[in-house]
T-cell receptor, first 112, second 109 residues
Framework: IAGITQAPTSQILAAGRRMTLRCTQDMRHNAMYWYRQDLGLGLRLIHYSNTAGTTGKGEVPDGYSVSRANTDDFPLTLASAVPSQTSVYFC???????????FGPGTRLTVL | GQNIDQPTEMTATEGAIVQINCTYQ??????LFWYQQHAGEAPTFLSYNVLDGLEEKGRFSSFLSRSKGYSYLLLKELQMKDSASYLC??????????WGAGTKLIIKP
């Protein structure tokens, strides 16, 4: 693994289905984040984790849940997908020299 | 509330210089970041400012004025590959990044 990986790359999902987006890092960063990016809007924080075993809510947490069982993995779950969750989802880690964040390649999710 | 403002779109000519402005109002300040995002790709870190003044990194420079809540990203000797969106983000008092919507930069030959 080199950096941050996300899976799947893209997904089309029926409304009401459950979906887990996967994120794995090998950078040994403590902090991890989930963002969604929609046209015309800035990146919006969904959930974050400052270290393994802890999570927190961001700006738009409703309809999403996360877990952080270990340092490397930070999955995002949509319990019952709705069309407004159609978006591009980015996982990121924090821990550069200036606490800058590093991003995974993203997952493009369409909910019909 | 917290707010980051930057122009939606800018156009510039290959070889020229362009300045992308960013103004912010946030609860606390722990640094300002600029990221580049090519279409269909993830954002990548460009620059960081926490003290007033200019930080230069090759063809890219970033300026900060904390008293004015203002930053700009200066791109010199523009190349076609610089066509991308440029995202301004401020780290607030909780060490969370607040993001602007991004400025789409179009480079014309």
């Amino acid at each position: 693994i080199a950096g941050i990986t996300q899976a799947p790359t893209s997904q089309i999902l029926a409304a009401g289905r459950r979906m887990t987006l996967r994120c794995t890092q090998d950078m040994r960063h403590n902090a991890m984040y989930w963002y969604r990016q929609d046209l015309g809007l800035g990146l919006r924080l969904i959930h974050y984790s400052n270290t393994a075993g802890t999570t927190g809510k961001g700006e738009v947490p409703d309809g999403y849940s996360v877990s952080r069982a270990n340092t490397d993995d930070f999955p995002l779950t949509l319990a019952s997908a709705v069309p407004s969750q159609t978006s591009v989802y980015f996982c990121a880690t924090g821990g550069g020299e200036h606490n800058e964040q590093f991003f995974g390649p993203g997952t493009r999710l369409t909910v019909l | 509330g917290q707010n980051i403002d930057q122009p939606t779109e800018m156009t510039a000519t290959e070889g020229a210089i362009v300045q992308i402005n960013c103004t912010y109002q946030t609860s606390g300040f722990n640094g300002l970041f600029w990221y580049q995002q090519h279409a269909g790709e993830a954002p990548t870190f460009l620059s960081y400012n926490v003290l007033d003044g200019l930080e230069e990194k090759g063809r890219f420079s970033s300026f900060l004025s904390r008293s004015k809540g203002y930053s700009y990203l200066l791109l010199k000797e523009l190349q076609m590959k610089d066509s991308a969106s440029y995202l301004c983000a401020v780290m607030d008092s909780n060490y969370q990044l607040i993001w602007g919507a991004g400025t789409k930069l179009i480079i014309k030959p």
